[in-house]
């Protein structure tokens, strides 16, 4: 459903009186976007497509496994691997805008553990123009597609209040986020990792 549902979003309209799809807002804690959403969003109907896409993901301070036990302390650093990846990927072209942001509401204080008191988690595909929210517990990652049983419901709505309702709640997390650009990647110690787990940010992404 998912994949149908990208896929018609930067489709052109198949009626005369039917509107392209202007916006187009995902937000996935952990990203690790499959192949196939990625060919949807980047590919070539996407190119020809007015729709913009805004995706909001974690930043590495609020992922919820920053400063964790063991070998998942590494965890922020793969998905921070992956998304750099991605975001080169993106910018290579100049259609469709993708824009990517990272949440990054953080207390001063933290927890014992040092974690910060703030961790996103949120996911989800918001069609503002349309009315059209898809809600559930996918990340539309790999693991999330492939290995979990994940539950997904898609609400339309005409209604002008669910509607509002609808936008206000990714512009709340949005008010807390900050554009990735190239120099979010370089200069920043939470992204610093040894070269294994660079390495395992490639072999680890059918499993993350």
Not at 186 to 195: F, G, I, S, W, Y
Request: hydrophobic share 40%.
């Amino acid at each position: 459903v998912t994949l149908a549902v990208l896929d018609r979003a930067v489709s052109p309209p198949t009626h005369a009186d039917e509107q392209p799809v202007q916006r187009l807002w995902m937000s996935s804690a952990y990203f690790n976007i499959t192949k196939e959403y990625e060919m949807v969003i980047l590919g070539e109907k996407a190119r020809s497509s007015p729709c913009e896409v805004d995706i909001i993901t974690a930043a590495p301070r609020a992922n919820g496994f920053f400063n964790g036990k063991g070998i998942s302390r590494y965890l922020p650093h793969c998905y921070s691997e992956i998304e750099r990846r991605f975001f080169l990927r993106a910018s290579r072209f100049t259609r469709p805008v993708v824009r990517l942001w990272e949440y990054q509401r953080a207390r001063e204080t933290s927890t014992p553990s040092g974690a910060p008191e703030y961790t996103f988690h949120a996911k989800g595909l918001w069609f503002p123009d349309s009315g059209l929210t898809l809600i559930g517990s996918p990340n539309f990652g790999v693991r999330s597609v492939d290995r979990d049983l994940e539950s997904q419901v898609a609400i339309v709505t005409r209604s002008p209040r669910l509607r509002r309702a609808m936008i206000d709640e990714f512009n709340n997390m949005a008010a807390h986020a900050k554009r990735v650009t190239e120099s979010t990647f370089t200069n920043a110690p939470e992204r610093a990792m040894p070269l294994w787990v660079w390495i395992a940010s490639y072999v680890l992404v059918p499993y993350l």
